[in-house]
């Protein structure tokens, strides 16, 4: 479905009012306002607030038979925005460097779009609202909240910018296609001595690179090769002096895979070979494990029914290791979930999510529009 020019303008003016005021997750008070603001302009069938900041609006379809949800994140992130943007973020330290303004631009355009078309639209169209993606989860508390139970959803729909994929181009595959997500806080305690006399200590350097290495090996040698699977280990501290033996030593890192199965059997094995470091080096290991978002697994019939009904460039994409709470939606009823592209080289629109300088032109987000359209045309 093609859309008019004045979404697209209205999109433009959006997009650019949400861009100066991110906010952090659960705390996204002015972002909620206006959302609430615009929504309640649009008389929808219901409007309700969830998870404290996020909003749901129920638009009533003629017929009524499905509940197609539509899902936008509202979080901002606490990265302090290029000072060569034109529309710069307000909120010093704040900016939306993931695109969380962009997919609230769609969705309220979408709100517009339906309260002008109430005449067309068959279907019952919930739009959610959803605060705190970047972290803790907002998606948990709005999926379990006894309002999105009640709404009886069959289908739930979200995306994603993208620079990594030509602008207007949209991505998606059926199954896995983002990862499950943890981290990993590891604290390794041995006994600091002298540097001249090793043997009186117990170095925390020497049993952290043992267990670093060991750990390493998990994916290579104890995963099937079929099953990809990531552990990283991004930051290590400890030690006290150059010629000191190292009493304590701290490691943090991530675990990314598709499968829910294989994360719980990295976590065993990572358990395994603290174990084994603290028999063989005389130290002590705490692991501390965060769970955070499940696998996004899309399901196969979406795929399809977007695929026939979408009249956009579709292409194909591979997994991608990034992780996205849209999952918890997905374990309540079937979802899907497109990457949209944002990358234009001529432009210089070509840095990655959560960089200072990421920036796109709005002129793609009709184009997110118009897949959303398209699936309750």
Same mark, same amino acid.
């Given at each position: 479905?093609?859309? +008019?020019? %004045?979404?697209?303008? *209205? ?45 749901? /609006? ?27 943007? !034109? ?28 309260? +002008? ?9 919930? *739009? ?6 970047? =972290? ?7 999926? =379990? ?26 991505? *998606?595959?059926? &199954? ?6 943890? +981290? ?7 006994? #600091? ?31 099937? $090769? ?7 280990? &991004?930051?290590?501290?400890? =030690?006290? /002096? ?16 598709? #499968? ?25 290991? %705490? ?25 956009? !460039?579709?292409?194909?994409? +591979? $997994? ?20 949209? &592209? ?32 398209? *699936?309750?045309?």
């Amino acid at each position: 479905m093609k859309i +008019e020019k %004045e979404y697209g303008e *209205l999109l433009f003016d959006i997009r650019r009012e949400l861009h100066k005021i991110p906010e952090i997750g659960f705390k996204e008070f002015k972002t909620s306002k206006y959302i609430e603001s615009f929504l309640r302009k649009l008389s929808p069938d219901r409007i309700q607030e969830v998870a404290g900041t996020g909003w749901i /609006a129920f638009f009533k379809g003629l017929e009524g038979k499905r509940t197609l949800a539509f899902r936008s994140d509202m979080d901002g992130l606490p990265v302090e925005e290029c000072e060569k943007h !034109e529309n710069r973020s307000d909120h010093q330290g704040m900016m939306h460097a993931c695109g969380h303004d962009g997919h609230m631009s769609i969705l309220l355009a979408f709100a517009q779009f339906l309260s +002008e078309n109430r005449e067309k639209i068959k279907d019952n169209v919930v *739009l959610v609202f959803q605060p705190a993606e970047e =972290g803790p989860g907002g998606a948990e508390e709005v999926a =379990g909240s006894k309002l999105f139970e009640d709404l009886n959803i069959d289908e739930i729909f979200g995306l994603h910018l993208f620079p990594l994929l030509e602008e207007g181009k949209i991505a *998606l595959k059926d &199954g896995p296609v983002m990862a499950q997500s943890g +981290e990993i806080d590891v604290s390794i305690i041995g006994r #600091s001595s002298h540097g001249a006399q090793p043997q009186e200590g117990i170095d925390a350097i020497v049993a952290a690179a043992a267990f670093i290495t060991e750990v390493q090996k998990i994916v290579s040698r104890f995963i099937k $090769p079929l099953e990809p699977a990531v552990i990283t280990f &991004g930051k290590t501290w400890g =030690g006290e /002096a150059r010629n000191i033996v190292s009493g304590e030593m701290f490691l943090e890192g991530t675990i990314r895979t598709f #499968s829910e199965d294989v994360y719980m059997s990295i976590k065993k094995r990572i358990r395994d070979i603290a174990d084994g470091i603290e028999i063989v080096y005389g130290c002590r290991i %705490e692991t501390v494990f965060r769970d955070m978002y499940p696998p996004v697994i899309n399901d196969k019939r979406l795929v399809e029914r977007f695929g026939k009904a979408y009249e956009g !460039e579709v292409v194909d994409i +591979e $997994p991608q290791m990034l992780a996205e709470d849209f999952s918890y939606y997905q374990k309540k009823v079937p979802g899907l979930f497109v990457f949209l &592209g944002s990358k234009n080289e001529e432009k210089g629109f070509t840095n990655p999510l959560h960089s200072p300088n990421f920036n796109f032109d709005e002129a793609v987000l009709v184009k997110g529009l118009e897949a959303y359209a398209s *699936l309750i045309d």
